[in-house]
């Protein structure tokens, strides 16, 4: 089975300024077949489910601000908010998706510095 | 709109079996998976397993395999997840979500139900 792993566990940014998450699974999610990576990142907010961010790893999902960015290929992927706003406080997720059982990463806390 | 309706909070002692529902609105329900996930009392997420009601291909996780049921009726759009002995330990909040098909595989979890609460005690 896939382990995904994200780094940091926490993460304190001061608003305006930009957050960085990072995300790494044990093998390859580089589909080869269709040269896509299958990786999607959540936010999730206290009280409230998951909301989809990003897949494809860099795909923004309809309505997401376009200050949430995602990168990466093979075993490394980053989450990128280039301006942090207040209501970007949550944790945030990866999931991989390449293979069943699909795995999240353990989460990272976001918050105002 | 589409919309993933969980049932309600539950109460149950461990031992006792219980049966939790998904039903899915404003899509078309056998041509997406549905998954369930567990966040258990401030933990992350856990991939529980996965559904495809148009033919009921369904995977577990090794963590959940032999200790839940997913199971889907077609015919009124739901998707169920049951145990059949509660323990203290499946507390937790429970998702289900629905999943995009690709090629006999289910892709990421694009709509998500509002949470059902089980808690187990004595």
Redesign the interface.
């Given at each position: 089975?896939i382990v995904m792993t994200q780094s940091p566990d926490s993460l304190a940014v001061s608003l305006g300024e930009r957050a960085t998450i990072n995300c790494k699974s044990s093998q390859t999610l580089l589909y080869s077949f269709d040269n896509k990576n299958?990786l999607?990142w959540?936010q999730?907010k206290p009280g409230q489910?998951?909301?989809?961010l990003i897949?494809w790893a860099s795909t923004r999902?309809s309505g997401v601000p376009d200050r949430f960015s995602g990168s990466g290929s093979g075993t490394d992927f980053t989450l990128t908010i280039s301006s942090l706003q207040a209501e970007d406080v949550a944790?945030y997720?990866c999931?991989q998706?390449y293979?069943?059982?699909?795995?999240?990463?353990?989460?990272t806390k976001l918050e105002i510095k | 709109e589409v919309q993933l309706v969980q049932s309600g909070a539950e109460v149950k002692k461990p031992g006792e079996s219980l049966k939790i529902s998904c039903k899915g609105f404003g899509y078309s329900f056998t041509d997406y998976w549905i998954?369930w996930?567990r966040q258990m009392p401030g933990k992350?997420?856990?991939?529980m397993?996965?559904i495809y009601p148009g033919d009921s291909d369904t995977?577990?996780?090794?963590s959940f395999q032999g200790q839940v049921t997913i199971s889907a009726d077609e015919s009124i759009n739901t998707a169920y997840l049951q145990w059949s002995s509660l323990k203290a330990s499946d507390t937790a909040m429970y998702?289900c979500?629905r999943?995009p098909t690709g090629t006999l595989?289910?892709?990421?979890?694009?709509y998500?139900?509002?949470?059902t609460l089980v808690t187990v005690s004595s």
């Amino acid at each position: 089975d896939i382990v995904m792993t994200q780094s940091p566990d926490s993460l304190a940014v001061s608003l305006g300024e930009r957050a960085t998450i990072n995300c790494k699974s044990s093998q390859t999610l580089l589909y080869s077949f269709d040269n896509k990576n299958y990786l999607a990142w959540y936010q999730q907010k206290p009280g409230q489910p998951p909301k989809l961010l990003i897949y494809w790893a860099s795909t923004r999902e309809s309505g997401v601000p376009d200050r949430f960015s995602g990168s990466g290929s093979g075993t490394d992927f980053t989450l990128t908010i280039s301006s942090l706003q207040a209501e970007d406080v949550a944790v945030y997720y990866c999931l991989q998706y390449y293979s069943t059982p699909h795995s999240f990463g353990q989460g990272t806390k976001l918050e105002i510095k | 709109e589409v919309q993933l309706v969980q049932s309600g909070a539950e109460v149950k002692k461990p031992g006792e079996s219980l049966k939790i529902s998904c039903k899915g609105f404003g899509y078309s329900f056998t041509d997406y998976w549905i998954g369930w996930v567990r966040q258990m009392p401030g933990k992350g997420l856990e991939w529980m397993g996965i559904i495809y009601p148009g033919d009921s291909d369904t995977r577990y996780s090794p963590s959940f395999q032999g200790q839940v049921t997913i199971s889907a009726d077609e015919s009124i759009n739901t998707a169920y997840l049951q145990w059949s002995s509660l323990k203290a330990s499946d507390t937790a909040m429970y998702y289900c979500a629905r999943c995009p098909t690709g090629t006999l595989s289910p892709y990421y979890f694009d709509y998500w139900g509002q949470g059902t609460l089980v808690t187990v005690s004595s």
